[in-house]
Every structure is written in C-alpha cells, then in structure tokens.
C-alpha cells in the first residue's frame, strides 16, 4: 500500500467515525444532564468544595511585633471561606456573619498560614463554612494551630437571597458537623436580635465621640478612637461589596488602638466575638469605626467596635454592625508572655463583661480540647 493510499484510508475512516462519535456525543449529553441533576438534588458532597490555601506571612503582612494580625488572619479566612461557598453554590455567596474566633498560637514572620475550609450545612438559602488554621514553621516543620471559624454565607441572584444546593454528609464526621451545625444556627439567630447591651454602648460611644479628648492614663475616655475609611476599588469582591475581611480588619485596628491607648502594652489579640453584617459597602462609601475600652481584667482588656457607615452620594448613616474583641498584655516583643493590665482609675466592667468573659473562657477551652484531638491524631 502506498503512502498516499493509506493517508486517503485514513481520512476515509476518519469521515465514517467523527459523524458516529457525535452523534454519540449528543445522546449521550442529556443523560449527562440528568444525571448531574440527580446529584444535585440529592446534595452535594462537602469533598467538591474543601478548600486549602496556602500564605506566607511576609513582613510587610506582619505587626510591629512580627505576628499576624487578627484582622489579617480573618481577612484570609474570609476569603478562603468565600472560595468554598461559591464552588459549593456555583452562584454569588456573600458574608452574613461570623462566629466567635479564639486565636491560640500566633503566626510569625516567615510561617506559613495553613487555611482549610470545607461547608458543613446547608439551608434554604444560606451555608455554613468551617476554617480551621494552623502555622507551620519552614524550617523545623513543626505545625501549630492558630484558630477555627464558622461563617455564614447567604447566596444572592440580582441582589436577593436564592436557595443553595443542598449538602450531602457522607463521613460520621461530616454528619456530626451537620447536626451541630443546626445548633450553632440557633445560636446565631439569638445573637443576631438586638441587644440593649450593645445599644448601651454605642449611646456610650456617641457621647465619647463628643467629649473632650482625655490623654489621662488608666482612664477609659483616654481609650475612645475613631477612625474614617473610604472603600477603595481594591478592597471590593467581585460582586461589587466589601471584603467581610477587611470590615474585621479596620475593626481589629481600632480596637487595638484603644486597648493601647488605655495599657501602653503590647498587646496581641485574643478573640473576636460573633459578628453579624447587616448590609453591603459598596465602593466609595465612607466607613466610620468607633472603638472603647468596655472591660478590664487582670490579663486582658475587652473592646467595644461599632461600624457605621455613610453614603458618599447622598451622606445618609446607617449603622452596620458592632462587636467585642479581646486582647492580651504580653510583657515585650521578645518575650511575648501575659503580662498584668493596669487598674483602671474607676472601676470597668461594662455591662455584663464578666459573664462575656466567662463565655469566652469555655468557648477557648472547648476549641483547645479539639485541636488537641486533632494533635493525637496528627490531623492538623
């Protein structure tokens, strides 16, 4: 057989097959269809949307102490997060609020963040996200854990709220997640009502924003800060709002300028209470974050944070979220060990902050047991 007689044979075989193949192709598209149909409708595993990022902390991430801002680690894991919601819902998901975070063991410059996020439930319109982080030191390899956090994400079509997939739990594991998952739901909605609490201490707010600047040591108006951003194009996701990352972030900052200006301390941050976002930042809004010294204790300094933010068009204030966070005095930069709080001139103890605190302790404890689980299992 010639060359030119088989390169013809083949073009021949060629013509015969491609026609056969297609229409293969095509009956066999729509029972495609239906089966991915299928599996939407029964669920979705929580394998097809696990999430692991990889960050190293450089020193232009860092703080002046060489460690990873609360803010910056919740910026990642609100990112992470994020990821997880949209390869689960496919569509637009955006943050509706966060779980208390504890930070346990901090990341230092030249450690890698280790962030993990997988859903562990889902509702009708809404999700629940796990992100769990761990630091790892390049060259010992020893790996810490850092915090947990549950988030919630709502998905969105043309601005309103539309069902999710559901989640289907496979492991014993992910099936236990599920049903704590309902529980920790019903904490939120309780958490989520308004508060007279927090109502107190944003009308306590507003009367510091309008007194006299106090430079007196140990006072609690000398605490009170007040700071203005204006959401930049870069600090936006891709659906047009603000990074629920970088809300927490300018939170965090403010906060901890308080609890500086009251202790003159090193101070590294210790958790976040649950925060809930009540609306989108959109770009060029003004956000204004407010801040005070709302509990002192023997080794930790709570803070109150409140969000308000302001329509750069139409100047109309909205408030938009609060919260507390709670930091810790360490003795210097090269000796990060709690240190004590100085006493303040009268006595601070803003509303209920003994049984926040006491909250928070068993909130800490409960994490500690379960990366010390994680540990004996070498999970982490």
């Known amino acids: ?65 060489g460690f990873a801002s609360g803010g910056q680690i919740l910026s990642w894991i609100d990112i992470c997060a994020g ?30 963040a280790t962030l993990t996020s997988k859903v562990n439930r889902t509702w009708n319109t809404s999700m629940e ?21 549950y ?10 709220p539309v069902p999710v997939p559901k989640l289907l739990p496979i492991s014993e594991r992910e099936k236990i997640e599920y049903e704590r998952a309902d529980i920790r739901k019903q904490k939120r909605l309780a958490q989520s009502k308004p508060s007279v609490i927090r109502e107190r201490a944003r009308e306590k707010i507003v009367n510091y924003s309008k007194a006299a600047v106090s430079s007196w040591p140990g006072s609690i108006a000398s605490s009170y800060t007040e700071m203005v951003e204006m959401v930049m194009p870069h600090q ?43 609306l989108p930042i959109k770009n060029s809004d003004f956000v204004t974050i407010r801040s005070f010294v709302s509990a002192v204790f023997e080794k930790s300094i709570e803070v109150f944070v409140t969000v308000e933010i302001e329509d750069n068009k139409t100047g109309k204030k909205i408030f938009a979220n609060d919260g507390f966070i709670t930091f810790v005095a360490i003795e210097s ?48």
């Open 1 to 65: 057989m010639s060359l030119l007689h088989a390169s013809n044979l083949l073009k021949q075989t060629a013509l015969k097959i491609t026609p056969l193949q297609y229409n293969l192709f095509k009956s066999v598209t729509p029972q495609i269809r239906n089966i991915t149909s299928l599996s939407d409708s029964n669920g979705k595993s929580a394998k097809l949307s696990k999430t692991t990022i990889s960050q190293l902390l450089t020193p232009a991430q860092a703080n002046e102490l």
């Open 236 to 278: 936006l996701n891709p659906y047009g709002t603000t990074f629920g990352g970088q809300i927490m972030t300018w939170m965090e900052n403010c906060a901890l300028i308080s609890a500086s200006r009251y202790s003159r301390t090193p101070l590294v941050t210790a958790s976040m209470d649950a925060i809930h976002f009540l």
């Open 129 to 149: 996200v796990a992100v769990t982080v761990c630091s790892e030191n390049l060259l010992s390899g020893v790996k810490k854990p850092c915090c947990q956090a």
């Open 83 to 112: 990821i997880t919601s949209k390869r689960h819902a496919v569509y637009k998901c955006v943050t509706a609020s966060v779980d208390s975070v504890h930070f346990f063991n901090p990341i230092k410059v030249g450690d890698v």
């Open 151 to 160: 988030l919630t994400f709502v998905g969105t079509l043309n601005g309103k």
């Open 333 to 380: 930069k090269n000796h990060p060990i709690p240190t004590s709080v100085q006493k303040p001139i009268n006595k601070v103890n803003f509303a209920n902050g003994l049984e926040r605190r006491k909250n928070r302790l068993e909130e800490r404890e409960i994490l500690r047991e379960f990366f010390k689980s994680k540990a004996t299992n070498n999970t982490l």
